[in-house]
Nanobody, 123 residues
Framework: QVQLVESGGGLVQAGASLTLSCTAS????????VAWFRQAPGKEREYVAV????????TYADSVRGRFTISRDNVKNTVYLQMNDLKVEDTAVYYC????????????????WGQGTQVTVSS
């Protein structure tokens, strides 16, 4: 099973930008559909964005569309989440997840997860 490691989180002020990275252990990372999810304290894990194997099929949650951009570099085995104009409500632990089978916004569709990276946005 592919191993995923997220990085790039931190503490920023509202309006700032951050770029998260999700790096995979396998050279066949291009075989996987990858998604970003997030989980705020006391809330369920929610979908943020997903990208297909070749870097297309980009979809976003309504709450981040127009501010966040998902992309991937299959040579570097890395998927990125560029986050602009961050808001206090974007504060959460961000997780990347991979699926070899299905393009989905559902948590249950993904069977490989990273450990998460904390993003905190202050007002």
């Amino acid at each position: 099973q592919v191993q995923l490691v997220e990085s790039g989180g931190g503490l920023v002020q509202a309006g700032a930008s951050l770029t998260l990275s999700c790096t995979a252990s396998e050279r066949t990372f291009s075989d996987y559909i990858v998604a970003w999810f997030r989980q705020a304290p006391g809330k369920e894990r929610e979908y943020v964005a997903v990208i297909n194997r070749s870097g297309g099929g980009l979809t976003y949650a309504d709450s981040v569309r127009g501010r966040f951009t998902i992309s991937r570099d299959n040579v570097k085995n890395t998927v990125y989440l560029q986050m602009n104009d961050l808001k206090v409500e974007d504060t959460a632990v961000y997780y990347c997840a991979a699926s070899a089978r299905v393009f989905s916004r559902s948590v249950s569709a993904y069977d490989a997860w990273g450990q998460g990276t904390q993003v905190t946005v202050s007002s």
